[in-house]
């Protein structure tokens, strides 16, 4: 799935921003669409966005009523995540926009909406007449993470989950509440804390990423309703927590009491990001395409600080790949 992991460290240094980050307004870089079963992941770390012009340039990306949204938010750094991430996801979709169509887009002409069950989308009632790429898209963030996954036509879903994740009761506990009787077997078989702690963390990122690729949330999706499965490829693996030097398994779907409200059409990747966290990746498969249910996820990955600088960091120390890659 991680077949963008060979190549070579891109940066591209903006001089919209430089470091000196002036306010006049800035053109925008056209970017190449993913292509069919691609995802691209942007990323942001919040600590690296201190300069408060930046922040307010994002501010002005945004339409009125997401200005109001972020605005309410009292707690500071809770609102700059959520300005964070809603000034990168216009800005890329402004970015794939003109390297469809080659006009310029004002971000601020975007509008958002969220389904029935609270995950965000583009409303595509007020934004029709712009012609835009059908992009899907989906975000997640922790307290020092950002991300931002994008898909042509698939929906997807992504969670990301600090490292140091401290789970206040036992885990095993814990995981009878939410998790599959599976997966809870797979988690009591590891004896060592620390590496149960964090198979628990990427199990739960999984989950998560799943039901937001179904588009249904937790709520309409319980995690006990279906199990994630680590399976062995021809490669030859073994479940997580297990010590190995072969990690060539792939991450598969089985619903158990609500198969109507899940499916297994799906494919998932599973990275370490930055050196501090797990995200997983859901994609749903387009059925319409010959040969896709066979084919593996296509990944690019991306450092960024909008308007200042963009890396891609596919094939280099800030990805690795734990589950789902070729």
Same mark, same amino acid.
């Given at each position: 799935?991680?077949?963008?992991?060979?190549?070579?460290?891109?940066?591209?240094?903006?001089?919209?921003? =430089?470091?000196?980050?002036?306010?006049?307004?800035?053109?925008?870089?056209?970017?190449? %669409?993913?292509?069919?079963?691609?995802?691209?992941?942007?990323?942001?770390?919040?600590?690296?966005?201190?300069?408060?012009?930046?922040?307010?340039? *994002? %501010?002005?990306?945004?339409?009125?009523?997401?200005?109001?949204?972020?605005? #309410?938010?009292?707690?500071?750094?809770?609102?700059?995540?959520?300005?964070?991430? @809603? &000034?990168?996801?216009?800005? #890329? *979709?402004? $970015?794939?926009?003109?390297?469809?169509?080659?006009?310029?887009?004002?971000?601020?002409?975007? #509008?958002?909406?969220?389904?029935?069950?609270?995950?965000?989308?583009?409303?595509?009632?007020?934004?029709?007449?712009?012609?835009?790429? =059908?992009?899907?898209?989906? $975000?997640?963030?922790?307290?020092?993470?950002?991300?931002?996954?994008?898909?042509?036509?698939? =929906?997807?879903?992504?969670?990301?989950?600090?490292?140091? @994740?401290?789970? @206040?009761?036992? $885990?095993?506990?814990?995981? #009878?509440?939410?998790?599959?009787?599976?997966?809870?077997?797979?988690?009591?078989?590891?004896?060592?804390?620390?590496?149960?702690?964090?198979?628990?963390?990427?199990?739960?990122?999984?989950?998560?990423?799943?039901?937001?690729?179904?588009?249904?949330?937790?709520? &309409?999706?319980?995690?006990?309703?279906?199990?994630?499965?680590?399976? @062995?490829?021809?490669?030859?693996?073994?479940?997580?927590?297990?010590?190995?030097?072969?990690? &060539?398994?792939?991450?598969?779907?089985?619903?158990?009491?609500?198969?109507?409200?899940?499916?297994?059409?799906?494919?998932?990747?599973?990275?370490?990001?930055?050196?501090?966290?797990?995200? &997983?990746?859901?994609?749903?498969?387009?059925?319409? $395409?010959?040969?896709?249910?066979?084919?593996?996820?296509?990944?690019?990955?991306?450092?960024?600080? =909008? *308007?200042?600088?963009?890396?891609?960091?596919?094939?280099?120390?800030?990805?690795?790949?734990?589950?789902?890659?070729?």
């Amino acid at each position: 799935m991680f077949s963008s992991l060979h190549r070579a460290r891109t940066r591209t240094n903006m001089h919209f921003f =430089p470091r000196s980050f002036a306010t006049a307004a800035s053109p925008l870089v056209p970017m190449q %669409l993913p292509s069919k079963m691609e995802t691209h992941i942007w990323y942001i770390l919040p600590d690296e966005v201190k300069n408060k012009d930046l922040q307010n340039h *994002y %501010l002005n990306l945004l339409s009125p009523n997401e200005k109001v949204n972020v605005m #309410k938010i009292q707690e500071g750094e809770l609102q700059k995540r959520a300005l964070l991430a @809603r &000034a990168l996801l216009c800005l #890329k *979709y402004a $970015i794939f926009f003109l390297d469809v169509t080659h006009c310029q887009i004002d971000p601020q002409a975007l #509008k958002f909406k969220k389904n029935k069950f609270g995950k965000p989308e583009l409303d595509l009632r007020i934004s029709s007449e712009l012609c835009l790429p =059908p992009l899907q898209f989906n $975000i997640s963030h922790s307290s020092s993470l950002i991300a931002c996954g994008v898909t042509m036509n698939s =929906p997807i879903g992504i969670d990301v989950e600090e490292k140091t @994740r401290k789970i @206040r009761n036992n $885990i095993i506990a814990f995981a #009878k509440r939410f998790f599959s009787p599976n997966e809870i077997e797979v988690l009591s078989a590891i004896s060592d804390p620390e590496i149960q702690r964090q198979e628990f963390i990427k199990l739960w990122t999984l989950k998560e990423a799943y039901v937001k690729a179904l588009g249904r949330g937790f709520s &309409a999706t319980p995690f006990k309703t279906f199990t994630i499965r680590f399976n @062995r490829t021809a490669r030859g693996s073994c479940l997580p927590g297990c010590e190995t030097n072969e990690k &060539a398994y792939e991450v598969s779907v089985e619903p158990r009491d609500d198969p109507e409200n899940c499916s297994r059409n799906v494919t998932f990747a599973l990275m370490e990001l930055s050196g501090s966290h797990y995200v &997983a990746v859901c994609m749903k498969k387009d059925a319409n $395409i010959r040969g896709t249910a066979s084919l593996p996820m296509k990944l690019d990955v991306w450092r960024t600080i =909008p *308007y200042v600088e963009d890396e891609c960091v596919a094939g280099t120390e800030a990805v690795s790949p734990i589950v789902g890659f070729a």
